[in-house]
């Protein structure tokens, strides 16, 4: 196995394993533009039209952010009647993004991105 496809391999094993830990159905590790890194889901999620929708709520995001002037981007929520989508910034370069159904441990999910996000900050070596 080469060293791209270790690197994802393990961080893949990690999204299944936070997926599970925080109850979400589908995770993915994505670049700022929306290209794939890794991807976990319990689900018929495409992973290629949830990496690029995430990229263009991302820039909304940051601009609304600063506009608002409310410093560096952490995270993004977005509830539905029927779930959530949350997105984790892992790094200057990736992001995290999970969607759950149980928005009662939110909170915990937060929290969770936040920690992990910076393991595989550390894995990819940014």
């Not at 830990?21 to 700022?32: D, F, G, P, Q, S």
């Not at 995430?54 to 929520?77: D, P």
Request: hydrophobic share 50%; with cysteine; aromatic share 6%.
């Amino acid at each position: 196995m080469s060293g791209a496809n270790e690197v994802q391999a393990r961080i893949t094993d990690i999204l299944q394993r936070i997926a599970m830990e925080v109850n979400l159905y589908t995770l993915a590790l994505i670049t700022r533009e929306g290209r794939r890194i890794a991807y976990y889901s319990t689900t018929e999620v495409d992973p290629d039209l949830m990496s690029a929708v995430t990229a263009a709520i991302l820039n909304a995001a940051e601009m609304s952010i600063a506009q608002m002037g409310q410093g560096e981007l952490w995270e993004i929520v977005v509830r539905g009647s029927l779930g959530f989508s949350i997105v984790s910034c892992a790094g200057q370069s990736f992001l995290m993004v999970g969607a759950g159904t149980h928005a009662a441990n939110l909170g915990k999910v937060v929290s969770v991105l936040r920690d992990y996000s910076k393991m595989i900050a550390q894995i990819l070596g940014i």
